[in-house]
Structures are given as structure tokens and as C-alpha cells.
């Protein structure tokens, strides 16, 4: 996303963009990420069509002081959510990538950019943007990967089931600074779901 958003601006700015994507836009398989807020900064019609599913009301939230069974429930609540779709995040990129190619902005896709490529255009290009995600390749190339300190390790799919009990609504639970698991409804019928937890020490515990 955050690629396709450097591109558009750059492009509307004037500037002759190219956008390199490692994989394919229409078989990219990206499926977290999908409840994204401030949709009408994305210059996309929040349609179906266009990869936006629900338009959220609100968010449930739970908050717990840990992860054992004992845990405690410290605070809960039903948040209004303004500007916020739950997507299919694939089709959302499909779209703004055929919109920016339609623009002019040439796209390379199933083109892996490597550290001695990224030195290499920092030499071509006025402007690189490194928009490859944690951990970026500009962090790779210079040797400053290292400097993230702990890291979070997330399971989440997309599955059918039925979710008319919480649909439109999305829920997040959060445990103490831990984890957090969601439920983000994109019909009554599916939702992306999942769990992550925080790994600060190299080990992972699950109870
Ligand atoms: C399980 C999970 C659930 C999440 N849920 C949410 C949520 O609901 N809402 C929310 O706002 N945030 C969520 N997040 C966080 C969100 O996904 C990230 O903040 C967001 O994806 C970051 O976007 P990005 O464009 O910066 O990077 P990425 O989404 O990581 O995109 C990086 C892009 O660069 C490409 N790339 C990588 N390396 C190269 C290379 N060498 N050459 C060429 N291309 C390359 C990749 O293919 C990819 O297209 C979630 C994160 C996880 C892990």
C-alpha cells in the first residue's frame, strides 16, 4: 500500500513515477492489513468492485491484563469507526495499480529488487522510496536491520463462518501489552481473522 501511495503522489506531483513489486498484483496473496482506515485518502470509489467490502460502524474492543486463564477483564467497549473499510486487501491494490498504469506510471511487477539494485538506483533515480514492508530492504542494504528491537509474530486467514452475530461490527481483544486477537467481518458470511503476539527476547510463548 504504502508503494502505490508514494506512486500516486509522486505522480500527481509531476514526476515520472516507476513502481517496482516483487510479486504480481493480481495474484498477490496479501491478506493482512485488511481493516484500513482513512479510505478516502485512497483516490479508489469504495466500492465492492474496487476491493471495499464493509463499511465499518464501529470497533469492539476488550482489553485484558494478561494471558493466563485467570486473567482479568479491564475495560471494554463499542468504539464509533469513521473513514473505515474492511477490504479484501488484494483487490484494493489490483485496483490502484491498474488506476496508476492507467495513469502512466510504469510498473514492474514480478521484479525482486536486490541490495546491490537498491544502491544502484539511489545512483538513477532523484527519489527512491523503499516501500518493502519490515524489514525494509534500505535497512538490509545499509546493515541497520539489526536496530528493531523485539518483533511480533501474527497467524491470520480469511475464513467463511458465520458472523452474523458481530457483523458489521469488527472485535479486537487486546492482553495487556502481549497480543491482541480480531475478528474483521468483510460480510455476515466471511472474515479475516487472527492473533498476534509480541516476541521481545528471541522465544515464543503461547498459553
Ligand atoms: C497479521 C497482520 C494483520 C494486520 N492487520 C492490520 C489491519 O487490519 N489494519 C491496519 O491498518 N494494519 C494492519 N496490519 C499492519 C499492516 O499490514 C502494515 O502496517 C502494512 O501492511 C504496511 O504496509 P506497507 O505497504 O508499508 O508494507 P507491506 O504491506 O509489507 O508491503 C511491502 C510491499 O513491498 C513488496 N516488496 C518487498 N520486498 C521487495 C523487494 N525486495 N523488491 C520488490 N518488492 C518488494 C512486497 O511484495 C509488498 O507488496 C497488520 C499486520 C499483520 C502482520
Redesign the pocket.
Known sequence: ?????AAAGFDDAGFVVEL????SYDS?G?N??????AVSKIPLEPTVENGFLNPLPAMEVEVYDGIDADRHRTGAGTFPAADTYITDRNVV?QSWAEQLSEKGVDIHEN????RTDFHEFTDEYDLVVD????PS?SSKALGTTNEYSGY?V???SDVEGDFTELYPNSRIILENYTGYS?A?PKTSQRA?V?I?WTVSDGSVQIS
Open positions: 500500500m504504502a508503494g502505490l501511495a517496482y513489486e516483487r510479486q498477490k496479501v493482512c492489513g485488511e481493516a484500513m482506515t491494490e521484479q525482486s529488487i536486490t516501500a518493502t514492508g519490515q530492504l511480533m501474527a497467524l491470520n480480531w474483521f479475516n487472527g498476534g
